[in-house]
């Protein structure tokens, strides 16, 4: 995707889609949501990370930075090739409206086992050889992640520093024992990733034959307790235990007066470009199979980061350190070429990182939710805008429109309503219009914001666990003709859709099959 062409997307992750399978996947309701983003005129879908979830049901707290979530697995295409027989839903089914990841992940997981020995006994000689190429382009970072993930089932899930000192360390007679006691269960994961990457490059080719570009999302650290972590600590701070010495974090602000403590193991930089940033270059190489273009997460970590000590109670003890800077992209770029980033630069941003993000050529972001606590010189306000950057009217990470307009201060109201000279009943068009008319090269609005939600469908409540947090799902009747209409006419109006000088654009059609 050109990010210097103008338009429009929705951000809504996977796992919000419907289906009767508990959670959003890469099936039917995918391709049904692709083409209503081709009929309201989007020419973006941009999701969350895609990687498995960890602590909290967190997409960004995962076990691999390069494993897909075998939650995303659709079961139809399982059930149509006849390895898995139609799935018998648990007594009162699943909520259409949230995902209880508790009762979910077993489920799909169960599924997924039936399914795998169906295709053991059932598969043709293609199909065989077709996993078995797969497994061996992707050994890189495959059979690291199906042996961990088969130690850590064989290990009643006890992170990865508790297991047998032989197995933490990763002596090569216990890794050699290791894959041979756990073949089968490591064959189970390396086909659930196969199962993944088949079906999303099947819905990604399905997306771009209509003009429909798949954003990603790379968040910049990875899990302690993860396979990237176990199979190289030497590229983290670990001490002797594999303990991490520091982790990440960012300071007190406005938002908290304690700062935000994540825990993450901090990077060894320095060993890392000794190598040539390959194992970054591999990971991007992996996210680029998955999408057309990328948000890099926390990207002011990368001028510099806030390392606190381990072991503290609170983010106040950090200090910044140099981060990586513009050595680090270059050399991803040569590995694989121009990169299709979005730099997350929003938070306390120094002048350092707007430098390393222009200098890379990256377009920033623009939260119009944010922009109304000061006045007009406010870098958020679309008059203020400048073409490279990408305007959003909220984020995974805040409330919804219709929540931030109940919740928010008078002043903020006030000046928000004399802005955009709405209330409460279209706050959510008026803000998508003002982004859809800025210079922004690219808008981007959560689906909740165009369905005109409330708060309590908001997707994440940042610096909390549990709750509702990662289980908002849409319905199709939430849908209807009317959102997708107006959106449409907003992108053509704006020069970000096709515009139709007859008529307003159309429902999407809808095949059958669905």
């Given at each position: 995707?050109?990010?210097?062409?103008?338009?429009?997307?929705?951000?809504?992750?996977?796992?919000?889609?419907?289906?009767?399978?508990?959670?959003?996947?890469?099936?039917?309701?995918?391709?049904?949501?692709?083409?209503?983003?081709?009929?309201?005129?989007?020419?973006?879908?941009?999701?969350?990370?895609?990687?498995?979830?960890?602590?909290?049901?967190?997409?960004?707290?995962?076990?691999?930075?390069?494993?897909?979530?075998?939650?995303?697995?659709?079961?139809?295409?399982?059930?149509?090739?006849?390895?898995?027989?139609?799935?018998?839903?648990?007594?009162?089914?699943?909520?259409?409206?949230?995902?209880?990841?508790?009762?979910?992940?077993?489920?799909?997981?169960?599924?997924?086992?039936?399914?795998?020995?169906?295709?053991?006994?059932?598969?043709?000689?293609?199909?065989?050889?077709?996993?078995?190429?797969?497994?061996?382009?992707?050994?890189?970072?495959?059979d690291d992640y199906a042996l961990f993930m088969a130690l850590e089932?064989?290990?009643?899930?006890?992170?990865?520093?508790?297991?047998?000192?032989?197995?933490?360390?990763?002596?090569?007679?216990?890794?050699?024992?290791?894959?041979?006691?756990?073949?089968?269960?490591?064959?189970?994961?390396?086909?659930?990733?196969?199962?993944?990457?088949?079906?999303?490059?099947?819905?990604?080719?399905?997306?771009?034959?209509?003009?429909?570009?798949?954003?990603?999302?790379?968040?910049?650290?990875?899990?302690?307790?993860?396979?990237?972590?176990?199979?190289?600590?030497?590229?983290?701070?670990?001490?002797?235990?594999?303990?991490?010495?520091?982790?990440?974090?960012?300071?007190?602000?406005?938002?908290?007066?304690?700062?935000?403590?994540?825990?993450?193991?901090?990077?060894?930089?320095?060993?890392?470009?000794?190598?040539?940033?390959?194992?970054?270059?591999?990971?991007?190489?992996?996210?680029?199979?998955?999408?057309?273009?990328?948000?890099?997460?926390?990207?002011?970590?990368?001028?510099?980061?806030?390392?606190?000590?381990?072991?503290?109670?609170?983010?106040?003890?950090?200090?910044?350190?140099?981060?990586?800077?513009?050595?680090?992209?270059?050399?991803?770029?040569?590995?694989?070429?121009?990169?299709?980033?979005?730099?997350?630069?929003?938070?306390?941003?120094?002048?350092?990182?707007?430098?390393?993000?222009?200098?890379l050529g990256y377009p920033g972001m623009k939260v119009l939710q944010?922009?109304?606590?000061?006045?007009?010189?406010?870098?958020?306000?679309?008059?203020?805008?400048?073409?490279?950057?990408?305007?959003?009217?909220?984020?995974?990470?805040?409330?919804?429109?219709r929540g931030w307009w109940d919740q928010a201060p008078q002043a903020?109201?006030?000046?928000?309503?004399?802005?955009?000279?709405?209330?409460?009943?279209?706050?959510?068009?008026?803000?998508?219009?003002?982004?859809?008319?800025?210079?922004?090269?690219?808008?981007?609005?959560?689906?909740?914001?165009?369905?005109?939600?409330?708060?309590?469908?908001?997707?994440?409540?940042?610096?909390?666990?549990?709750?509702?947090?990662?289980?908002?799902?849409?319905?199709?009747?939430?849908?209807?003709?009317?959102?997708?209409?107006?959106?449409?006419?907003?992108?053509?109006?704006?020069?970000?859709?096709?515009?139709?000088?007859?008529?307003?654009?159309?429902?999407?059609?809808?095949?059958?099959?669905?």
């Amino acid at each position: 995707m050109d990010l210097n062409q103008r338009a429009a997307g929705v951000l809504l992750h996977v796992t919000s889609l419907p289906g009767p399978h508990g959670v959003g996947d890469f099936g039917p309701a995918a391709y049904r949501f692709v083409d209503w983003l081709q009929g309201a005129g989007q020419r973006l879908w941009q999701w969350l990370p895609t990687t498995p979830i960890g602590p909290g049901d967190s997409p960004y707290q995962s076990v691999s930075a390069f494993a897909g979530s075998p939650l995303m697995v659709a079961l139809e295409p399982l059930v149509d090739q006849g390895w898995l027989a139609p799935p018998t839903l648990p007594d009162g089914g699943f909520d259409p409206a949230r995902v209880d990841f508790a009762r979910v992940v077993p489920w799909r997981l169960s599924q997924l086992r039936q399914a795998h020995a169906g295709f053991r006994a059932k598969a043709d000689v293609a199909e065989l050889s077709a996993f078995e190429a797969y497994c061996q382009a992707e050994a890189g970072w495959l059979d690291d992640y199906a042996l961990f993930m088969a130690l850590e089932t064989a290990h009643d899930g006890q992170p990865w520093w508790a297991w047998a000192p032989p197995l933490a360390a990763r002596r090569k007679p216990a890794l050699k024992a290791a894959r041979a006691v756990h073949a089968a269960e490591t064959g189970f994961w390396q086909w659930v990733q196969w199962c993944f990457d088949t079906q999303c490059s099947a819905l990604k080719a399905y997306a771009n034959e209509r003009g429909v570009a798949l954003m990603g999302d790379l968040p910049i650290f990875i899990a302690h307790h993860s396979a990237d972590c176990w199979s190289r600590p030497d590229l983290y701070e670990l001490d002797k235990t594999f303990q991490p010495t520091v982790v990440a974090g960012v300071p007190p602000d406005d938002l908290g007066p304690l700062g935000q403590l994540w825990g993450n193991p901090m990077y060894r930089w320095k060993r890392m470009a000794r190598e040539g940033h390959a194992w970054w270059a591999a990971r991007v190489r992996r996210m680029l199979q998955q999408a057309d273009v990328f948000r890099i997460d926390h990207f002011r970590g990368f001028a510099a980061y806030w390392e606190i000590p381990a072991g503290s109670p609170t983010a106040q003890a950090g200090r910044w350190r140099k981060g990586p800077g513009q050595a680090l992209f270059d050399a991803i770029a040569a590995a694989l070429g121009p990169l299709p980033i979005v730099a997350e630069d929003l938070g306390l941003i120094t002048p350092d990182v707007h430098a390393l993000r222009d200098a890379l050529g990256y377009p920033g972001m623009k939260v119009l939710q944010y922009a109304f606590g000061g006045d007009a010189t406010h870098a958020y306000l679309p008059h203020n805008y400048a073409p490279r950057c990408v305007a959003y009217t909220g984020t995974h990470d805040t409330d919804t429109l219709r929540g931030w307009w109940d919740q928010a201060p008078q002043a903020e109201r006030h000046y928000a309503g004399t802005y955009l000279a709405c209330d409460a009943s279209d706050v959510h068009w008026a803000m998508i219009r003002a982004a859809c008319n800025s210079v922004a090269h690219l808008v981007v609005f959560p689906l909740q914001d165009v369905l005109g939600l409330p708060t309590e469908h908001r997707m994440n409540t940042p610096g909390t666990l549990g709750g509702h947090n990662w289980t908002w799902r849409f319905g199709w009747d939430q849908l209807g003709t009317e959102p997708g209409r107006v959106l449409g006419l907003l992108a053509a109006a704006s020069g970000r859709g096709p515009f139709d000088p007859v008529g307003p654009p159309q429902p999407p059609s809808r095949p059958a099959s669905y």
